[in-house]
């Protein structure tokens, strides 16, 4: 089945500059920004700046450069905010979620960078 981008979305509206970010990192083909509602003292999104609904769509229908940008940039977001455990942080979480059994608010591709803290059970109960 094919994906269906809602040009809509609020990160793709974040990506137009109608709705405004905390930026940490922009590049070629990719944008970081605070998350609005911090789930620990480190909680950054990376996302690509193309229409992509979910982290196997990018996979499979980004060019190589979007593919290593994104990658790039995560690693660089991991050393901007200190969270790297070879280089003396104290480590991270990196969440996708996709769809409806992942719980996906914002159907635009984006990997959580938490840290700054324990973060605790891998996965939830299911309510
Ligand atoms: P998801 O549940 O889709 O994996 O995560 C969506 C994330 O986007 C949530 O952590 C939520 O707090 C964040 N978010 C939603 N709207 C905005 C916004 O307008 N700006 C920012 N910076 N984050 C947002």
Same mark, same amino acid.
Request: aromatic share 8%; hydrophobic share 40%; net charge negative.
């Given at each position: ?11 793709? =509206?974040?990506? =137009?500059?109608e709705?405004?970010? +905390? ?7 990719? @944008? ?16 690509? +700046?193309g ?8 996979? =499979? ?10 990658? =790039?940039?995560v ?38 960078? @938490? ?9 939830? +109960?299911?309510?």
């Open positions: 089945m094919a994906y269906s981008y809602d040009p809509q979305n609020i990160f793709a =509206r974040i990506l =137009r500059g709705i405004p970010n +905390k930026t940490v990192l922009e590049t070629p083909h990719t @944008l970081a920004f605070h998350d609005i509602a911090p789930q620990a003292p480190v909680h950054v999104l990376v996302i690509p +700046k229409p992509y609904v979910t982290y196997d769509h990018f996979a =499979r229908d980004a060019s190589e450069a979007e593919i290593v940008d994104f990658h =790039r940039a690693a660089q977001i991991c050393a901007m905010t200190g969270v790297q455990p070879g280089e003396g942080g104290e480590g991270f979480r990196a969440i996708t979620n996709a769809g409806t059994h992942g719980v996906q608010e914002v159907p635009h591709f984006h990997l959580h960078i @938490l840290g700054g803290r324990v973060m605790g059970r891998m996965v939830a +109960k299911a309510e």
